[in-house]
């Protein structure tokens, strides 16, 4: 291991855990306030980064832009 790497590797994993625990926090949450546990939030989680990747990658919009785009996807098939 590069000496060099080690600071990547700690901002990359306190990113990545950061979204775990904003995921996981969510479960809480929505189990808490209905006393039911809700799956379909995780299906939610995937479509929008499935959304983004697609805009990013396909469409190739720049991520300030897709951002915001896949939110509203995401909150628009959250209401249907």
Do not use: E, K, R
């Not at 590797?9 to 006393?35: D, E, K, M, P, R």
């Not at 396909?58 to 909150?75: D, K, Q, R, S, Y």
Request: glycine share 8%; charged share 0%; net charge negative.
């Amino acid at each position: 291991m590069v000496w060099q790497q080690i600071p990547q590797f700690l901002v990359s994993g306190v990113t990545n855990g950061s979204i775990y625990a904003l995921i996981a926090f969510g479960f809480c949450l929505i189990q808490n306030a209905t006393g039911l546990v809700n799956f379909a939030q995780g299906d939610f989680v995937m479509l929008g980064a499935m959304v983004m990747i697609s805009l990013t990658q396909v469409v190739h919009l720049p991520v300030a832009v897709a951002l915001p785009l896949a939110v509203a996807v995401v909150a628009l098939v959250g209401v249907l």
